[in-house]
């Protein structure tokens, strides 16, 4: 069972913002970076953000996130139909001694 | 350009064994740490373990509910990462993907394979 919880699912139209939470604990979250990772249908995750904020080369900047205490968010603005795809946050977890993922998140575009 | 490939997935029984590999290239293979993470079908990602590199004392971390049942290796002069799966259960299923850190300050599973499939059954 996942560790960190992020709703199932989220939508919006194209050019919109589309937000997704990731919620975890002081183990995880609150202590170590948080990353974030998209998966197109189909296909293997792919790195989105890594060290809280930073974005691989040939990610837009239309993908932002951010952390406060035990939770995480990530942004999309500007929606586009390419941005379809099931997104997960991932930690490393003190407690376990592991890395935990996200429950995931659907990204629908209307 | 990176490559990480996948192979030696297939359908076993309840109890068995499989050895996967993960062949690497388009990266400093040897500097690497390398994960195994697991996604069930139709569900999310789960972190199956990871190797360190030799330099960094190549020991394996596991994920609790694959310890005692799963070991990865590596062999550096193959760009080779294994995971061998032993008493396998029906929970197990899943495609197994192996995720490269390059140790580049950015994410632990910066590059990843196309996966390889593993049916419990």
């Known amino acids: 069972q996942s560790v960190l919880t992020q709703p199932p699912s989220a939508s919006g139209t194209p050019g919109q913002r589309v937000t997704i939470s990731c919620s975890g604990s002081?183990?995880?979250?609150?202590?170590?970076?948080v990353y974030w990772y998209q998966q197109l249908p189909g296909t293997a995750p792919k790195v989105l953000i890594y060290r809280g904020n930073q974005r691989p080369s040939g990610v837009p900047d239309r993908f932002s996130a951010s952390k406060s205490g035990t939770s995480a968010s990530l942004a999309i603005s500007g929606l586009r139909s390419e941005d379809e795809a099931d997104y997960y946050c991932?930690?490393?977890?003190?407690?376990?001694?592991?890395?935990?993922f996200g429950t995931g998140t659907k990204v629908t575009v209307l | 350009e990176v490559q990480l490939v996948e192979s030696g997935g297939g359908l076993v029984k309840p109890g068995g064994s499989l050895r996967l590999s993960c062949a690497a290239s388009?990266?400093?293979?040897?500097?690497?740490?390398m994960n195994w993470v697991r996604q069930a079908p139709g569900k999310g990602l789960e972190w199956v373990g990871r190797?360190?590199?030799?330099?960094?004392?190549?020991?394996?971390d596991y994920a609790a509910p694959v310890k005692g049942r799963f070991t990865i290796s590596r062999d550096d002069s193959k760009n080779t990462v294994y995971l061998q799966v032993n008493s396998l259960k029906t929970e197990d299923t899943a495609v197994y993907y192996c995720a490269a850190d390059p140790r580049l300050a950015a994410s632990p599973f910066d590059y990843w394979g196309q996966g390889t499939l593993v049916t419990v059954s």
């Open positions: 190797i360190r590199s030799k330099s960094d004392g190549g020991t394996a």
């Open positions: 388009g990266f400093t293979f040897s500097t690497a740490w």
């Open positions: 002081s183990s995880n979250i609150r202590n170590n970076y």
């Open positions: 991932a930690a490393w977890d003190d407690s376990l001694s592991s890395y935990v």
